[in-house]
C-alpha cells in the first residue's frame, strides 16, 4: 500500500469531485496535509455553512441563503415575465448577460424516463401554482437545447397553455446538445432576443 | 452579487487548491450542495482525520500514521542503503518504480535562498544524525534535477562525506528542471540505476 489509509480517504473523497482526476485528486489531498488548523477549519466551516445556510427559494426554487431570494424580493425587477431555467447555474448565466430582467424558475432538471426522472421529481408543480396566483404575460421556457430539455419545454408548455399565458422557447442560438452554462453571453442574450412563442 | 455569501465562500475555498481553476471551484461548489447530510460528513471526516492522523515518521520524516513509518519498519527492506528525497510524492514515485528496496529520508523541500528556505529548514540535521548512528553503506542524493535540488544535493553531500560513507547522486535521466513526481516509472529506474558517485 503506497498511501496510508486515512490519506487514501482523503484522495478517494477527491477523486468524487466533478472534473478531479487521480493526480488532480493526490494534490488537493498533499495541500489539505500541508495546511494550518486554521485552515483546514476554514475549509470545514465553508462546507458545513453552505450545506446549512443555502437552501430553495420557496418562491422561484433556485438556491438562496435568504427567503425568498435576491431575485424574488427585488421590485425592480419585471414580474410579469417568467423564465424557467434547468437549474441554478444557469440562472447565473442569464443574469451575467445583463439583458434579462424577469423572474425565474428553476426546474431542479429535465424529464428523463432513461434517468428515471419524471415530471414529479421537477419542479413543476409549484410553477403552475406561481403562474395560477400569479399575473404573468409571458413565460420563457429556458430549459437546455438537448433531447430532454426540449421535451421538458413541450411537456410543461402545455401544461401552462390553459392559464391563457404567452409560452416561448429561447431561439436555437445556444449550441444544439450543449450545456447552457457554457454559452457564452453574447449567444445567452441573442437566444433571450430572438425567441419565439409556442 | 451573483453568489451568496457562503455559497462565493465555498468557491473560493475551492479556488485555493492546486490545480483548480474558477470554472471548476463552482462545479465542485455545486457537487457540495448536492451531497446528502451523510456525505458532507464523509468528506468533512476525511479531512479531520487526515490532518489528526497523518504526521511525520521520527525515522525517515516520509507522512505516515504509525511510527516509525511501515517502510521503516519493514526488516525486510535494505537498511543499508538510504535514498535522499524532497517531498513524500517522490518517495510514492520511486516505491511505484518496484526497483528499489532500500530506505528513505525525506527532506520536505530544497534549499532555495529566493523563497527564504534555508538548510535549518529542510531536515538534514535528521539525516546525519541517521547517517551517524546507523551502517549506512550508500546514500543515494534523489533530489529533484532543478537548480535547488542540485544544489541541496551538494550542499548536503559535502556533509555526508566526512561520515566516510559512499554518496550517489540519481543519473539525469530524469528530464532536467522537470518534476520528479511527474518522471514515468522507466526513466526514474533507469535514474536509479545510473547513479553516479559524488
Known amino acids: 500500500m503506497l498511501y496510508t489509509a486515512s490519506f487514501s480517504k482523503l484522495i478517494d473523497i477527491f477523486s468524487k469531485m466533478p472534473g478531479v482526476g487521480s493526480k488532480s485528486a493526490v494534490r488537493m489531498a498533499y495541500h489539505i496535509l500541508s495546511l494550518s488548523a486554521e485552515e483546514t477549519d476554514e475549509i470545514i466551516n465553508a462546507i458545513k455553512d453552505a450545506k446549512q445556510k443555502i437552501h430553495y427559494c420557496s418562491v422561484c426554487q433556485n438556491i438562496t441563503e435568504t427567503d425568498p431570494c435576491e431575485i424574488c424580493s427585488n421590485d425592480k425587477r419585471d414580474s410579469s415575465i417568467l423564465c424557467v431555467m434547468e437549474k441554478p447555474k444557469d440562472v447565473i448565466a442569464l443574469e451575467k448577460t445583463r439583458e434579462y430582467f424577469g423572474m425565474y424558475h428553476v426546474l431542479h432538471g429535465s424529464i ?29 421556457m429556458a430549459n437546455s437545447p438537448s433531447i430532454e430539455g426540449e421535451a421538458t419545454a413541450m411537456y410543461i408548455s402545455k401544461l401552462i397553455k390553459p392559464f391563457g399565458v404567452k409560452v416561448s422557447r429561447i431561439a436555437y442560438g445556444v449550441p444544439v446538445g450543449g450545456d447552457l452554462e457554457y454559452a457564452d453571453q453574447v449567444t445567452l442574450a441573442k437566444a433571450i432576443e430572438g425567441r419565439r412563442e409556442i
Open 112 to 140: 428523463s424516463p432513461m434517468d428515471g426522472i419524471g415530471p414529479e421529481d421537477l419542479k413543476i408543480k409549484e410553477l403552475l401554482s406561481r403562474i395560477a396566483e400569479g399575473d404573468f404575460k409571458e413565460v420563457i
